[in-house]
């Protein structure tokens, strides 16, 4: 029997791909790591995990799962699901990936995913894609106050090549995960960062504006240049996963700078009086559209 240390870069169906070194390994999950009611993904994408493979046309198992020092994650979408989905585990960074146009941006989303990136410290990159739909001018007006939030910002355009070197650069040696709603261009863009990838590309759906799910299987891909991306299936819904009501405007950068010159440690920044919170936004030193994504975040939670 050989025991081997491997990366997990790809699931589907209960199999999983563990990649050791110059070999892939297709293995199941050893039954004894299943017993017991799961809260979460027992092994998930960009996992460090030790397999048993015996040979001999017997299956290879994987025997135990390193512990994660963060990851991507939301609640399972289904009704009642109380239960952790892992997108990506051990990420060195997450590039969430928005269009400017053709589907129209989901910044509500977008501020989602950011505070999911917060809460489990992964440095984040927007990339809003598709600039050449609607100018550059205009896209900076739609994403420009996330850079003054200390986040990385690239504009980009599959269709004109518009910030696929700074993708490239910045992709270079880590483990990245792109995350972002169906139809947003993830898959056109890595094609271009990587030729020869021949991700699908679809179309967005006339009728809804929404675009189609065309990435179907959670996969690393490994770049030639060095590192792993995964492109994964777009989102339709974020649910926040073990977040508190109280702790959400920790995770807003800009209020997280606010909150100990409110008059109550324990404001809300909804109509308590002495809110530092609400007079920024008053004042205008506050963007209006994420004080109303942390007001719709915090009573979805306290629900």
Request: proline share 5%; net charge negative; with cysteine.
């Amino acid at each position: 029997m050989t025991i081997s240390h491997g990366l997990v870069v790809s699931s589907q169906s209960g199999f999983y791909t563990v990649e050791t070194g110059d070999e892939h390994i297709v293995a199941r999950l050893r039954g004894r790591l299943k017993k017991g009611r799961a809260t979460g993904d027992i092994v998930a994408l960009g996992d460090r995990v030790e397999v048993s493979h015996p040979g001999g046309g017997v299956e290879a198992m994987i025997e135990s799962v390193e512990p994660r020092s963060r990851a991507l994650v939301r609640q399972d979408p289904r009704p009642n699901g109380l239960y952790e989905q892992v997108i990506v585990a051990n990420p060195d960074q997450a590039l969430f990936v928005f269009a400017c146009a053709n589907p129209q941006p989901r910044l509500r989303m977008l501020d989602r995913f950011l505070v999911v990136a917060e809460a489990q410290q992964i440095p984040a990159t927007v990339v809003a894609n598709k600039v050449d739909v609607v100018g550059q001018a205009a896209a900076e007006e739609q994403f420009g106050h996330y850079a003054g939030l200390g986040y990385g910002l690239i504009y980009a355009s599959a269709a004109t090549g518009q910030g696929v070197e700074e993708l490239r650069q910045l992709l270079h040696g880590k483990l990245s995960v792109l995350a972002g709603p169906s139809g947003v261009g993830k898959s056109s863009l890595m094609n271009l960062v990587e030729p020869g990838l021949d991700l699908r590309v679809g179309e967005v759906q006339q009728s809804s504006g929404k675009g189609k799910h065309t990435t179907v299987e959670r996969r690393l891909f490994k770049l030639a240049a060095g590192g792993y991306v995964a492109d994964t299936p777009g989102l339709k819904a974020l649910a926040l996963w073990d977040i508190e009501p109280e702790e959400l405007d920790g995770y807003f950068p800009e209020l997280r700078a606010l909150i100990h010159h409110c008059q109550y440690r324990s404001c809300h920044h909804f109509d308590e009086p002495g809110c530092a919170v609400r007079a920024a936004v008053e004042t205008g030193d506050l963007h209006p559209a994420r004080y109303e994504s942390y007001k719709l975040l915090r009573q979805g939670a306290k629900e």
